[in-house]
């Protein structure tokens, strides 16, 4: 079932954190409400008892980057 991702950088050469927008993870599950092969025909009420209604807890996702961030990247630049 779909849910968001939470994608947030983290620049090991400063130690800053960047939060990235929110990605959607779509599903293909036809009984999923928000996934993209859910058929349109499926309404409540009988699609509240057959499909998934909510989107799964978000996802954290922190890479690591071996790197300095943009902004300070920009500064050692001068
Ligand atoms: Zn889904
Ligand atoms: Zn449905
Ligand atoms: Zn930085």
Redo the contacts with the bound molecule.
Sequence with gaps: ???WRRVQNTYKRCGHAYDLPDQMI??D?QH????PTHPSTCVPPVCTETC?QF?QFPQQYTPQIDAFCPVCEERRRG
């Design positions: 079932m779909c849910c779509e599903c599950n999923c409400r928000f996934s998934w989107r």
